[in-house]
């Protein structure tokens, strides 16, 4: 096991490197599925012009590409860097099985400028529940 978590980690290290040389912060990613990577991503935030587009999600999108699923299961990902709040919320989504990282960010993902507030709203809870009823009797 260890000698397929360095190798991984290896993988999403050249990716890193691709991101470094495009002047990019260098955090690379790999998604594996049965002993095979199935996805590989570098930050792109620059080039694209997008603050989406981490190396994670990049590497969740190709993986769900490849498998025609928004569901990872059974799938790990290597990166190389801890992922930001956003990008551990898009692993959760996507039920990524584990996440192997390189190196801890420091950074402080407390503090935000953007003002958010809970405004309860019936509405908002009926048609999510309301659709998820439908789901469930179909």
């Known amino acids: ?17 691709k991101a470094y040389q495009k002047g990019e912060v260098p955090v690379g990613a790999v998604i ?3 002993e095979k990577i199935i996805a590989r991503a570098h930050n792109l935030k620059e080039y694209k012009k997008n603050p989406l587009a981490h190396a994670e999600i990049l590497c969740i999108n190709k993986a769900c590409k490849k ?18 709040s956003m ?3 898009a692993i959760s989504q996507a039920r990524i099985n584990n996440v192997f990282i390189g190196a801890l960010d420091n950074k402080e993902y ?3 400028s953007i003002n958010i507030e809970y ?16 789901l469930r009797n179909k």
């Open 1 to 17: 096991m260890v000698n397929n978590v360095d190798k991984y980690l290896k993988e999403a290290i050249k990716e890193a490197k």
């Open 32 to 34: 594996v599925k049965d």
């Open 67 to 84: 498998l025609n699923n928004w569901r990872l299961d059974g799938c790990d990902m290597y990166v190389t860097l801890q992922p930001c």
């Open 87 to 89: 990008c551990m919320g």
């Open 110 to 112: 407390k503090e935000t």
């Open 119 to 134: 405004i309860k709203s019936d509405e908002c809870e009926s048609i999510l529940k309301d659709f998820f009823k439908e």
